[in-house]
């Protein structure tokens, strides 16, 4: 994958899988070709047992009824008795994908069943045989071995024995270089089909994997146009498969959002740049026209100007810092805390300047507990509470007022003010707009909704009835 080319450390999941799949395919088909192999065996060795059987079975009926052409070829009665049964079953190697395989194939048909007998009586001398080996000998240790199968000391012969109706020890067997030959054959078609098997099997699941992978192959190709500089760039969603779709447009959505904060966060920066270069352009200028002379009224009115500039830009980096406060708040770390001290300590920094108005603030709500972070909803009542002095009339009365319903608390600031118009209520939640006049950076409303949807809850104005306005903190039920 294109993982390699970035992180050549980095472990390859393509790989990992086909190291773990590999690894227990091939213990699995080394266990079943090895257990299929040993049933195939014993099938043979039991077929072959029946076989020879079957011929001491009728070579101990051929000397009940027929002694006198006992093991006699000429007239031992084949017809009846002895007649030839094809060789075992499995014994042919199978084909391969519907193909023989010359080299694992038997060279030359294996024929009837080849077989030998002998006849013996119990104290071991020979009554006849039929095509005994010279090296199979009388054994005492026969008599004892009726009607069982055994393999001779040699590893050569397959035997049978059982007791005859004249006092006599039949023994039949067969050679079991056949059986050896076919274990070989058979051994070798496994072998090879498993080398065959195998690697077609990993290549197949290899090829499988990449097919797999390719639309993560092309969300790393959209990230990495991202990173370019091409914001624009989206998965392409059309070409993904069902598992993946969902996931591409979740993607999509998540882009589309960054580069909308992305956008914001620029145009934001922009206005805060322009916020704070108009009061430092104008202290820069009252500073150069400070070396000229002038009188102590023309001085003491310079310094008053850069007095409210300079308090200007702290305030504005102020704000920042609370919206910057605001943006890694965690609503898992927020605890409960009761709103009337806060709001309390909000009236009490803007106690001066509604002094100035004047204004007359209400008491604070009581009894309103909710889930919060208090310095930064104190920020908030101190940004309303702000507003609502500047838009009231001199003697005017700033209230608060508490209500609570199945959807959440509620707390609003009311002021009997001007209010807001009606053009510029879509606008007033806006990063750096104000309707006053003058002062004010027009970043508290825009701010104050923000701490409040970081805590769950939201912002919301309404006209006041009478004339107004009205800004309610809407905390979520369950906080």
Partial sequence: MAESATCPGRPSLRRRFIVWFGTAFLLGAVVLRASHYRATIDMLARDLDVQ??????????????????????SVRGDDIFLADLPPPTGW?????????????????????????????????????????????????????????FWTSADGRYRLAAT????????VAGTPLEPLDRAARATGRYQLLTFVIWVPAMLGVVWLALTRAFRPLERVTAAARQIRSGRFAERIDVARADAEFADMAVTLNDMLDRLDAIRVAQSRFNADVAHQLLNPVHTILLEADAGGRSRTAAELAAALARVDGLARRIEGLCGTLLTWSQSAAL??????LVDLEPIAGSAADRVAARAAAKPAVIGPPPEGVVVKGDAALLEEVFVNLLTNAIDHSPAGGRVEFVASESPAGRRVSVVDHGSGVSADEAPRLFEHFHTGRPAGGHGIGLALSRRIMRAHGGDLIHEPTFGGGATFTLVFPADG
């Fill in 163 to 170: 007791s005859g109706g004249h006092d006599t020890v039949l």
């Fill in 52 to 73: 020879l059987w079957s011929r001491l079975a009728a070579l101990k009926a051929e000397e009940r009824f027929a002694p006198d052409a006992l093991l006699d070829p």
């Fill in 330 to 335: 965690d609503p898992a770390r927020l605890t």
């Fill in 92 to 148: 042919a190697v199978p084909r391969f994908l519907g193909f023989p395989l010359p080299a694992l194939e038997p060279t030359a048909d294996p024929g009837p069943f080849r077989w030998f007998a002998g006849v013996w009586r119990r104290e071991g001398g020979l009554v006849d045989d039929l095509d005994l080996p010279e090296t199979l000998a009388w054994d005492p240790a026969w008599v004892d071995r009726s009607d069982t």
